[in-house]
């Protein structure tokens, strides 16, 4: 386990299986992290990247970057942030859970890293057996950005019922129709799943829907019309009435400030805490069902805004994206 004040294990995708980067069998160094007193019995929470970053690549390893404690050359690039730090693996209370780096090389073309995260998914389906088999009762959540929600959503196609309680998707790189098979199989019915969408994601939705074949011909990505199902939900974190009424309800997330942007779902001011509230349990899935409004803003409302009835708020031109 990563020597630091925060209670995080380190595993690597290698061979299409979870590996602990500490070295030694994968089932002791469950055990081991899981006795950890700061853990207590908080969730584990497992935390997937998405394109260009991979295990021991200076500058692009996720243990080393955004699922540390202190992202290294986080001044050089504002979107290393510590994905666990925001998560409450800091606390100072016990049973903060554990919070789990999942690495997979995702570096090299799109098309190669839209491959290759269906055999991450298989590790983490592994994974996810695992922790369940070391202590049936504790919550897994999973929690990934861009390519690592595709990751989850294979993971959820190849497990078993009720082997992951949350699954986050922030800005998901992955089809329409992908999403439901995997909903659709024995983990997906069971678990709780949340899109986390937003129009500032359109640019890279449409280049993955020109580059990459969809499974199903016409299908299109999650972001273009989300997810719909009894145990599926769809925020639109771009959306003026669902943040306010969000707010309304005592989680406050700031307004999108740019047109274009893939990582907003996890550098947004208050979207972690809004995800903790979560997987924590302090806000349930019924609870954020009745909040969120049924409407959502079209495709291209934010390059567009005057032609956007509901264009997100906040909006201020921006050339960063």
């Known amino acids: 386990m990563e020597l630091s004040t925060m209670p995080v294990l380190r595993i690597t995708v290698r061979d299409g299986a979870p590996v602990p980067e500490a070295g030694g069998p994968l089932d002791a160094a469950i055990r081991t992290a899981l006795r950890d007193p700061r853990v207590g019995r908080g969730p584990v929470t ?17 243990h080393d970057t955004i699922f540390s404690e202190a992202p290294r050359a986080a001044g050089a690039d504002p979107r290393l942030v510590s994905w666990p ?7 100072a ?12 090389p995702a570096r090299g073309s799109i098309w190669q890293a839209y491959r290759g995260a269906a055999g991450a998914g298989a590790a983490l389906a592994s994974l996810v057996a695992a922790f369940r088999a070391a202590d ?15 990751v989850i ?13 949350w699954a986050i998707l922030l800005a998901p790189a992955e089809f329409s129709a992908t999403a439901r098979a995997a909903l659709a199989s024995p983990a997906g019915r069971s678990a709780r799943v ?7 994601n359109d640019l890279f939705d449409l280049l993955l829907e020109l580059f990459v074949p969809a499974p199903r011909r016409g299908d299109a990505v999650i972001g273009r019309g ?8 769809t925020l639109q974190l771009d959306h003026r009435d669902t943040l306010a009424a969000l707010g309304r309800a005592g989680h406050r997330v700031a307004p999108a400030t740019r047109r274009i942007c893939h990582w907003s779902p996890y550098l947004r001011a208050g979207a972690f805490t809004l995800y903790r509230a979560l997987l924590e349990g302090r806000l349930s899935f019924d609870r954020l069902r009745t909040i ?6 079209p495709r291209w409302a934010r390059l567009r805004p005057r032609r956007a009835s509901t264009a997100g708020s906040g909006w201020v031109p921006s050339p960063q994206n």
């Not at 209370?93 to 997979?104: F, I, N, P, T």
């Not at 959503?153 to 309680?165: C, F, G, H, K, Q």
């Not at 969120?292 to 803003?297: A, C, K, S």
């Open 85 to 91: 730090r925001h998560l409450g693996a800091v606390r």
């Open 93 to 104: 209370e016990a049973d903060r859970g554990l919070h789990v780096s999942v690495g997979w």
């Open 136 to 150: 049936p009762v504790r919550p897994v959540h999973a929690i990934g950005h861009s390519l690592g929600a595709r």
């Open 46 to 62: 497992l935390m997937v990247h998405g394109f260009k970053y991979a295990p021991g690549v200076a500058g692009h390893c996720p």
């Open 226 to 233: 989300g997810l719909s199902a009894p145990n599926a939900l």
């Open 292 to 297: 969120l409004p049924e409407d959502t803003d």
């Open 194 to 200: 949340l899109a986390v969408t937003s129009r500032e």
């Open 153 to 165: 959503l294979d993971a959820l196609a190849r497990s078993e019922r009720r082997s992951l309680d």
